[in-house]
C-alpha cells in the first residue's frame, strides 16, 4: 500500500493531486534548495479515506505520522511536547487545486501551559511565547471545536482598551499572559473541557479538522463557484514553525513576483514586522509595502528578491509566495501560481513570451477564458461628476454600484433581484457566498492580499479594501463614511481600479480592450480550428460583435424585429387577420421593416456570413394579456392561440407550413436586403436562410421548397438553406433532415429543454438550484453543455448528417456556444464553428485555440495552483 505521509525531502510520483498544491510547492522548493521549514505532508489520499471511513483516520495513519514526527524532531533537533525547549508545528490544508482562504490551518501546535514558560526561558522573550500561545488557543478552539472567533476578538479588544494599547504589539508580555488566562477561561466555558495540554492530542485532532474543513459550508460554496470536483479532498501539510513574531528582527509577508492587479514586473507584496502570517491575510492588521522591508531587514530582503527570481524563472509563471523571517533568517512557507486579474494574466503571458520564459502556444493555453469578462465590465465614466467620499486600497479593478449589504447572507438574498455592494469591517471565508452575489466589496480593513482583495480578484469583481474612514455596525445595519451615515438603502458606488468610493450611482462605459488582449487574441485566431460568429438581432450589436471578433452572424431572431413600438401593431394586424389575403396586406407592410433591418446587419457583416433564423415563437406572444385586450374579437383570437404547452406547440417550422406567406415574406425581405446591399457596396452578403424547430425530413422539404420559389421571384442571389437542431428526433433522423440542409445550426438552449425534459424557467426558479446542492447534477446543463446526454444526441447527428452529405456544414448557435467546457467538445465534435452573444466572442476565440492545443499536447497553467 502507498505511504499516507511523505517528507519534503521525499520523492512522491503522486504530484499536486496526491501531495497538495501547497504540499508539492514545499517539496519543490525544498529540491531547489530554497530555505524552507522541515516537515511533512499528508495526502490527500487520506483525507479521502477518512472522509470514506466516517471520520476515522485511515489504518496506518497515526504510526506513519508518528514516524516522520521523530523524523522531523531529529531535524530540528527539538522534540514535541518538550517542556523545556518544544518544537511547534503549524498544520495547514493544501488542497489540488487552490482555495484560498476556504480550508483551516492552525499555528503553534505544541504549546501548553508548561511548554510556554520552556520557550519565554529558550528565547528570552517571554513576550514572543504568551503571544504565540494566545494564538494557538484561539485558532485551535476556532477550528478544531468550532468556538466563535469573535469571542477571544472581544477579549483582546477589552484588553488593549483596557491597556490603552492601539495595535497588539502594543501589549506587553504580562498582558499577553492575562490574555492567554482569558482565552483558556473562553475555551472552557464553550467547551467544557480545558485547553489540552498533550502536544499529540492537539496534533491529532487538528489533522481531523483540517480534513473537515474540506466540507465547511464556505469550501463548498467555492468549489461550486470554481467548478471544483468534490471528491479531490485536502492534503494536510505539519510544518516546523517559524516565527515573525519574535521582535524587529523577524517579521512576516506575502510577495508577487508580479502585480497581480496589473501584470506589471517589478517588487509586489507586503510585510508586517513582528507578526505571524495570519496577521497579513487574515486582515487583522494593516501591512506595509514590502519595499519597507528593504531598510528593516536588508539582508533577507535581498535574498527574498533572489529566491522570487528563481521561483519565477522555474515555473515559468508569476508566484504568489509566503515568507516569515525569524531574527533576520529568511523562510518560505509557500509558493503557488498567483490569482491574478484578468489584465494581469494577459500582461504577464505577453510579456513572458517576449522574455523568452514561455511561448506563445504557452500563453495562450493559459489565460482563463471566463477571466477575460472581466476586461469588459464597467468602469466611471471618466466624464461623470462624482462625490468621492473616501479612498481605500485599489484592490481589484473594475467598478460597480449598489445599495449596501452589511452581511453575506444579505446579500446572497437581494443579490438576487438588486444591485449590491457587500460592505464589511473585514471578509472572512464564510462571506463567500455573499461575495459571489454582490457586484462589489468594501472593506474597512486589510490589505492587498486581504481575504477580501484576492477573492474579489479571481472572481473578476471591483474590490475597495483597507477603507479606514469607513465605520461598519453590521448590528444596526448601519455604517460611517467621513461624516456620511449610510443604511441599506444607500447607494455608492465603488472604483477597485483607484480605490475611490463615491456617494451615489455613477455612469460607468464599457471597458477598453488593451493592446494585450489583442495580442493574446491575435494568437488564439491563429490556433485555433473552430470559428467564432455572434448571435446578433440589430445592426448595433453585428458591427460590436465584428469589433471583438466575431466571423460572421450564426443567429439573428428575427422575432426581435417585430416587437419594436412602430411594428408591433403591424403584426398584431397581421395576427388578427380573418384570411390569408387581409394577412398578406399586413405582411406587406412589415416587408420593408425587415428588409430595413436586414441591410443594416448584412453591411455591418460584410464579407462574412450571416445565419437568418425565421419566425420562431408562438403568435401568442405577439398579443397583449388577455385583460388588455383592445376588443373581444382580440380576447377571442388571444384564447384561440392558447395552448398548454407553446413550447412544444404551434411555433418554429409548424407556423411556417400552416401560414407559408409569413416566411414568404421574410425570404423575400432577406433576399431583396441582399441585392440592395451588394449594388450599394460591391459585395454580396453570404446569406443562410435557417428554419426553426423542424423534427421530420419532409418539413425541411417542403419548407426549402417554399424558400426556393420565393426567392426565384426576386433577382438571383446565392444563399444556404439549413435548419436549427433542437429535437431529440431531429438528431436521430439527422440523415434524413440532411438530404435538405446545406447546414445545421444547433440550438442547444431548446434542445437541452427537449432532451432533458426541463422547462429552463421552471427548473431554475425551482428544483434545479437544489439538485446542484445536493449533488444531483455536478453543473447547470443551460450554462455548461451536458455532454453525456444532450451531447451524445450532437454527435448522433453529426455522424448521420455527414453520412448522407459529407461537407454538411454544421455549428452551434445556443449561450452554449461561449462557454469554454462547451466551445471544447464542439472542437472535438468536428463542428465547424460556435456562435455566442458578442461580448463572449473574445472568450469564445481564446477557448477554440486552448481546444486545438489542448488537443496537440500544449497543457494549461494553473494559475493559483
Same mark, same amino acid.
Given at each position: 500500500?502507498?505511504?499516507f505521509?511523505?517528507?519534503?525531502?521525499?520523492?512522491?510520483?503522486?504530484?499536486r +493531486?496526491?501531495?497538495?498544491g501547497?504540499?508539492i510547492g514545499?517539496?519543490?522548493?525544498?529540491?531547489?534548495?530554497?530555505?524552507?521549514?522541515?516537515?511533512?505532508?499528508?495526502?490527500?489520499?487520506?483525507c479521502?479515506?477518512?472522509?470514506?471511513?466516517?471520520?476515522?483516520l485511515?489504518?496506518?495513519l497515526?504510526?506513519?505520522?508518528?514516524?516522520?514526527?521523530?523524523g522531523?524532531?531529529?531535524?530540528?533537533?527539538?522534540r514535541?511536547?518538550?517542556?523545556?525547549?518544544?518544537?511547534?508545528?503549524?498544520?495547514?490544508?493544501?488542497?489540488?487545486?487552490?482555495m484560498?482562504?476556504?480550508?483551516?490551518?492552525?499555528?503553534?501546535?505544541?504549546?501548553?501551559?508548561?511548554?510556554?514558560?520552556g520557550l519565554?526561558?529558550?528565547?528570552?522573550?517571554?513576550?514572543?511565547?504568551?503571544?504565540?500561545?494566545?494564538?494557538l488557543?484561539?485558532m485551535?478552539?476556532?477550528?478544531?471545536?468550532g468556538?466563535?472567533?469573535?469571542?477571544?476578538?472581544?477579549?483582546?479588544?477589552?484588553l488593549?482598551?483596557e491597556r490603552g494599547a492601539?495595535?497588539?504589539?502594543?501589549?506587553?508580555?504580562e498582558?499577553?499572559?492575562?490574555l492567554?488566562?482569558?482565552?483558556?477561561?473562553?475555551?472552557?466555558?464553550?467547551?467544557?473541557?480545558?485547553?489540552p495540554?498533550?502536544?499529540?492530542e492537539?496534533?491529532?485532532?487538528?489533522?481531523?479538522?483540517v480534513?473537515?474543513?474540506?466540507?465547511?459550508p464556505?469550501a463548498?460554496?467555492?468549489?461550486?463557484?470554481? @467548478?471544483?470536483?468534490?471528491?479531490?479532498?485536502t492534503?494536510v501539510?505539519v510544518?516546523?514553525?517559524?516565527?515573525?513574531?519574535?521582535?524587529?528582527?523577524?517579521?512576516?509577508?506575502v510577495?508577487?513576483?508580479?502585480?497581480p492587479?496589473?501584470?506589471?514586473?517589478?517588487?509586489?507584496?507586503?510585510?508586517?514586522?513582528?507578526?505571524?502570517?495570519e496577521?497579513?491575510?487574515?486582515?487583522?492588521?494593516?501591512?506595509?509595502?514590502?519595499?519597507?522591508?528593504q531598510?528593516?531587514?536588508?539582508?533577507?530582503?535581498?535574498?527574498?528578491?533572489?529566491?522570487?527570481r528563481?521561483?519565477?524563472e522555474?515555473?515559468?509563471?508569476?508566484?504568489?509566495?509566503?515568507?516569515?523571517?525569524?531574527?533576520?533568517r529568511?523562510?518560505?512557507?509557500?509558493?503557488?501560481g498567483?490569482?491574478?486579474?484578468?489584465?494581469?494574466?494577459?500582461?504577464?503571458?505577453?510579456?513572458?513570451v517576449a +522574455?523568452?520564459?514561455?511561448?506563445?502556444?504557452?500563453?495562450?493555453?493559459?489565460?482563463?477564458?471566463?477571466?477575460?469578462?472581466?476586461?469588459?465590465?464597467p468602469?466611471?465614466d471618466?466624464?461623470?461628476?462624482?462625490?468621492?467620499?473616501?479612498h481605500?486600497l485599489?484592490?481589484?479593478p473594475?467598478?460597480?454600484?449598489?445599495?449596501?449589504?452589511f452581511?453575506?447572507?444579505?446579500?446572497?438574498?437581494?443579490?438576487?433581484?438588486?444591485?449590491?455592494?457587500?460592505?464589511r469591517?473585514?471578509?472572512?471565508?464564510?462571506?463567500i457566498?455573499?461575495?459571489?452575489a454582490?457586484?462589489?466589496i468594501?472593506?474597512? @480593513?486589510?490589505?492587498m492580499?486581504s481575504?477580501?482583495?484576492?477573492?474579489?480578484r479571481?472572481?473578476?469583481k471591483?474590490?475597495?479594501a483597507?477603507?479606514e474612514?469607513?465605520?461598519?455596525?453590521?448590528?444596526?445595519?448601519?455604517?460611517?463614511?467621513?461624516?456620511?451615515?449610510?443604511?441599506?438603502?444607500?447607494?455608492?458606488?465603488?472604483?477597485?481600479?483607484?480605490?475611490?468610493?463615491?456617494?451615489?450611482?455613477?455612469?460607468?462605459?464599457?471597458?477598453?480592450i488593451?493592446e494585450?488582449?489583442?495580442t493574446?487574441?491575435?494568437?488564439?485566431?491563429r490556433?485555433?480550428?473552430?470559428?467564432?460568429?455572434?448571435?446578433?438581432?440589430?445592426?448595433?450589436?453585428?458591427?460590436?460583435?465584428?469589433?471583438?471578433?466575431?466571423q460572421?452572424?450564426?443567429?439573428?431572431?428575427?422575432?426581435?424585429?417585430f416587437?419594436?413600438?412602430?411594428?408591433?401593431?403591424?403584426?398584431?394586424?397581421?395576427?388578427?387577420?380573418s384570411?390569408e389575403?387581409?394577412?398578406?396586406?399586413?405582411?406587406?407592410k412589415l416587408?420593408?421593416?425587415?428588409q430595413?433591418?436586414?441591410?443594416?446587419?448584412?453591411?455591418?457583416?460584410?464579407?462574412?456570413?450571416?445565419?437568418?433564423r425565421?419566425?420562431?415563437?408562438?403568435?401568442?406572444e405577439?398579443?397583449?394579456?388577455?385583460? +388588455?385586450?383592445?376588443?373581444?374579437?382580440m380576447?377571442?383570437?388571444?384564447?384561440?392561440?392558447?395552448?398548454?404547452?407553446p413550447?412544444?406547440?404551434?411555433?418554429?417550422?409548424?407556423?411556417?407550413?400552416?401560414?407559408?406567406?409569413?416566411?414568404?415574406?421574410q425570404?423575400?425581405?432577406?433576399?431583396?436586403?441582399?441585392?440592395a446591399? +451588394?449594388?450599394?457596396?460591391?459585395?454580396?452578403?453570404?446569406?443562410?436562410?435557417m @428554419?426553426?424547430?423542424?423534427?421530420?425530413?419532409?418539413?425541411?422539404?417542403?419548407?426549402?421548397?417554399?424558400t426556393?420559389?420565393?426567392?426565384?421571384?426576386?433577382?438571383e442571389?446565392e444563399?444556404?438553406i439549413?435548419?436549427?437542431?433542437?429535437?431529440?428526433?431531429?438528431?436521430?433522423r439527422?440523415?434524413?433532415?440532411?438530404? @435538405?440542409?446545406?447546414?445545421?445550426?444547433?440550438?442547444?438552449n431548446?434542445?437541452?429543454?427537449?432532451?432533458?425534459g426541463?422547462s429552463?424557467?421552471d427548473?431554475?426558479g425551482?428544483?434545479?438550484?437544489?439538485?446542484?446542492e445536493?449533488?444531483?447534477?455536478?453543473?447547470?446543463?443551460?450554462?455548461t453543455?451536458?455532454?453525456a446526454?444532450?451531447?451524445?444526441?450532437?454527435r448522433?447527428a453529426?455522424e448521420r448528417?455527414r453520412?448522407?452529405?459529407?461537407?454538411?456544414?454544421?455549428?452551434?448557435?445556443?449561450?452554449h456556444?461561449?462557454?469554454?467546457?462547451s466551445?471544447?467538445?464542439?472542437?472535438?465534435?468536428g463542428?465547424?464553428?460556435v456562435?455566442?452573444?458578442?461580448?463572449?466572442?473574445?472568450?469564445?476565440?481564446?477557448?477554440?485555440?486552448?481546444?486545438?492545443?489542448?488537443?496537440a499536447?500544449?497543457?494549461?497553467?494553473?494559475?493559483?495552483?
Amino acid at each position: 500500500m502507498s505511504p499516507f505521509v511523505y517528507d519534503f525531502d521525499e520523492p512522491s510520483d503522486g504530484g499536486r +493531486e496526491l501531495l497538495g498544491g501547497k504540499g508539492i510547492g514545499l517539496a519543490e522548493m525544498t529540491q531547489l534548495g530554497v530555505p524552507v521549514p522541515a516537515g511533512f505532508t499528508i495526502t490527500t489520499d487520506a483525507c479521502r479515506a477518512y472522509m470514506a471511513n466516517a471520520g476515522e483516520l485511515p489504518d496506518g495513519l497515526e504510526a506513519e505520522i508518528e514516524q516522520h514526527l521523530a523524523g522531523l524532531e531529529e531535524k530540528t533537533g527539538k522534540r514535541f511536547g518538550d517542556p523545556e525547549d518544544p518544537l511547534l508545528v503549524s498544520v495547514r490544508s493544501g488542497a489540488a487545486v487552490s482555495m484560498p482562504g476556504m480550508m483551516d490551518t492552525i499555528l503553534n501546535l505544541g504549546l501548553n501551559d508548561e511548554a510556554v514558560c520552556g520557550l519565554a526561558e529558550r528565547t528570552g522573550n517571554p513576550r514572543f511565547a504568551n503571544d504565540s500561545y494566545r494564538r494557538l488557543i484561539q485558532m485551535y478552539g476556532e477550528v478544531v471545536d468550532g468556538i466563535d472567533g469573535q469571542r477571544f476578538e472581544d477579549a483582546l479588544s477589552r484588553l488593549k482598551g483596557e491597556r490603552g494599547a492601539a495595535q497588539d504589539v502594543d501589549l506587553s508580555a504580562e498582558d499577553l499572559a492575562e490574555l492567554v488566562g482569558s482565552y483558556k477561561s473562553i475555551y472552557k466555558d464553550e467547551t467544557g473541557s480545558p485547553f489540552p495540554q498533550d502536544a499529540r492530542e492537539q496534533l491529532s485532532r487538528a489533522v481531523r479538522a483540517v480534513f473537515e474543513s474540506w466540507e465547511n459550508p464556505r469550501a463548498q460554496v467555492y468549489r461550486r463557484a470554481h @467548478h471544483i470536483a468534490d471528491d479531490l479532498g485536502t492534503a494536510v501539510n505539519v510544518v516546523q514553525m517559524v516565527f515573525g513574531n519574535k521582535g524587529e528582527r523577524s517579521g512576516t509577508g506575502v510577495a508577487f513576483t508580479r502585480d497581480p492587479s496589473t501584470g506589471e514586473r517589478g517588487l509586489y507584496g507586503e510585510f508586517l514586522a513582528d507578526a505571524q502570517g495570519e496577521d497579513v491575510v487574515s486582515g487583522v492588521r494593516t501591512p506595509e509595502p514590502l519595499e519597507r522591508m528593504q531598510a528593516a531587514l536588508p539582508d533577507a530582503f535581498e535574498q527574498l528578491t533572489d529566491t522570487m527570481r528563481r521561483l519565477e524563472e522555474h515555473y515559468q509563471d508569476m508566484q504568489d509566495i509566503e515568507f516569515t523571517v525569524e531574527d533576520d533568517r529568511l523562510y518560505l512557507l509557500q509558493t503557488r501560481g498567483a490569482k491574478r486579474t484578468a489584465a494581469a494574466a494577459l500582461k504577464s503571458a505577453v510579456d513572458m513570451v517576449a +522574455e523568452g520564459l514561455i511561448s506563445e502556444e504557452d500563453a495562450v493555453a493559459r489565460i482563463d477564458p471566463g477571466q477575460l469578462d472581466q476586461l469588459l465590465h464597467p468602469m466611471i465614466d471618466p466624464a461623470a461628476s462624482v462625490e468621492v467620499i473616501a479612498h481605500g486600497l485599489n484592490a481589484s479593478p473594475g467598478a460597480a454600484s449598489g445599495k449596501i449589504a452589511f452581511d453575506a447572507d444579505t446579500a446572497a438574498e437581494r443579490g438576487q433581484t438588486e444591485d449590491l455592494i457587500l460592505v464589511r469591517w473585514e471578509t472572512t471565508p464564510d462571506d463567500i457566498h455573499g461575495m459571489i452575489a454582490a457586484k462589489g466589496i468594501l472593506t474597512a @480593513h486589510g490589505g492587498m492580499t486581504s481575504h477580501a482583495a484576492v477573492v474579489a480578484r479571481g472572481m473578476g469583481k471591483p474590490c475597495v479594501a483597507g477603507c479606514e474612514a469607513l465605520s461598519v455596525d453590521a448590528k444596526a445595519r448601519r455604517a460611517s463614511l467621513n461624516g456620511y451615515e449610510l443604511g441599506e438603502d444607500s447607494v455608492i458606488t465603488i472604483d477597485g481600479g483607484t480605490g475611490r468610493v463615491i456617494l451615489g450611482a455613477v455612469d460607468l462605459v464599457p471597458a477598453q480592450i488593451n493592446e494585450d488582449f489583442e495580442t493574446i487574441l491575435g494568437w488564439a485566431d491563429r490556433f485555433r480550428r473552430l470559428k467564432v460568429r455572434a448571435n446578433a438581432d440589430t445592426p448595433e450589436d453585428a458591427a460590436r460583435a465584428r469589433e471583438f471578433g466575431a466571423q460572421g452572424i450564426g443567429l439573428c431572431r428575427t422575432e426581435h424585429m417585430f416587437m419594436a413600438e412602430d411594428r408591433l401593431p403591424v403584426m398584431r394586424e397581421m395576427i388578427m387577420a380573418s384570411g390569408e389575403e387581409e394577412r398578406r396586406r399586413a405582411l406587406d407592410k412589415l416587408l420593408p421593416h425587415q428588409q430595413s433591418d436586414f441591410e443594416g446587419i448584412f453591411e455591418a457583416m460584410t464579407g462574412l456570413p450571416v445565419t437568418i433564423r425565421l419566425l420562431d415563437p408562438p403568435l401568442h406572444e405577439f398579443l397583449p394579456p388577455i385583460e +388588455e385586450a383592445a376588443d373581444e374579437r382580440m380576447r377571442e383570437r388571444i384564447r384561440a392561440l392558447q395552448e398548454s404547452n407553446p413550447m412544444l406547440g404551434t411555433r418554429g417550422c409548424r407556423l411556417g407550413l400552416i401560414w407559408p406567406e409569413i416566411y414568404e415574406m421574410q425570404v423575400r425581405a432577406i433576399v431583396r436586403a441582399a441585392v440592395a446591399v +451588394e449594388k450599394r457596396t460591391g459585395d454580396a452578403p453570404l446569406v443562410e436562410i435557417m @428554419h426553426p424547430l423542424v423534427g421530420f425530413g419532409e418539413e425541411l422539404h417542403r419548407l426549402r421548397a417554399i424558400t426556393v420559389a420565393t426567392a426565384a421571384e426576386e433577382e438571383e442571389i446565392e444563399y444556404l438553406i439549413g435548419t436549427m437542431i433542437e429535437l431529440p428526433r431531429a438528431c436521430i433522423r439527422a440523415d434524413e433532415i440532411a438530404e @435538405h440542409a446545406d447546414f445545421f445550426s444547433f440550438g442547444t438552449n431548446d434542445l437541452t429543454q427537449t432532451a432533458l425534459g426541463f422547462s429552463r424557467d421552471d427548473a431554475e426558479g425551482k428544483f434545479l438550484t437544489r439538485y446542484l446542492e445536493d449533488g444531483v447534477l455536478e453543473r447547470n446543463p443551460f450554462e455548461t453543455l451536458d455532454q453525456a446526454g444532450v451531447g451524445e444526441l450532437m454527435r448522433i447527428a453529426v455522424e448521420r448528417g455527414r453520412s448522407v452529405k459529407q461537407d454538411l456544414k454544421m455549428g452551434i448557435c445556443g449561450e452554449h456556444g461561449g462557454e469554454p467546457e462547451s466551445v471544447a467538445f464542439c472542437h472535438r465534435l468536428g463542428l465547424e464553428y460556435v456562435s455566442c452573444s458578442p461580448y463572449r466572442v473574445p472568450l469564445a476565440r481564446l477557448a477554440a485555440a486552448q481546444a486545438a492545443l489542448q488537443e496537440a499536447g500544449v497543457e494549461a497553467v494553473s494559475a493559483g495552483g
